[in-house]
């Protein structure tokens, strides 16, 4: 079972814009991405976003192959009705995970 990391949201600043709170968590960043039918069935990019809501750091290091999938083709940043910019928060997520695994 995943662990709530409340220094999550702090952490995740070195390495993208902290606007994951912005997110209301509507899924219209889901319904526009255009990879493949098992991840938007799966609420990607949104269950990254939640993930980082609540400080599910474990969680994004476990799915983190996902990450790669992205196309950073910017649909979801251009949808999104508020200003979390999915984008560049799964951008600052995959740094995230890189500098992770650095220091296994
Ligand atoms: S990131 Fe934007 S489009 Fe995606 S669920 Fe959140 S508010 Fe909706
Ligand atoms: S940038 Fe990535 S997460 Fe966003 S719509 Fe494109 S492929 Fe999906």
């Not at 991405?33 to 990254?48: A, I, K, Y």
Request: glycine fraction near 6%; aromatic fraction near 8%; proline fraction near 4%.
């Amino acid at each position: 079972m995943s662990t709530v990391n409340l220094d999550f949201a702090e952490e995740l600043k070195a390495f993208s814009q902290d606007t994951a709170l912005e997110c209301f968590n509507c899924g219209t960043c889901t319904a526009i991405c255009p990879l493949g039918q098992d991840l938007v069935s799966d609420n990607f990019p949104r269950r990254m976003i939640r993930y980082v809501q609540v400080g599910a750091r474990e969680s994004i290091l476990e799915n983190a192959n996902e990450l790669w999938k992205c196309l950073h083709c910017g649909l979801c940043t251009h949808t999104c009705p508020r200003q979390a910019d999915p984008g560049e928060l799964i951008l600052g997520l995959k740094r995230f995970v890189i500098a992770n695994f650095r220091k296994v």
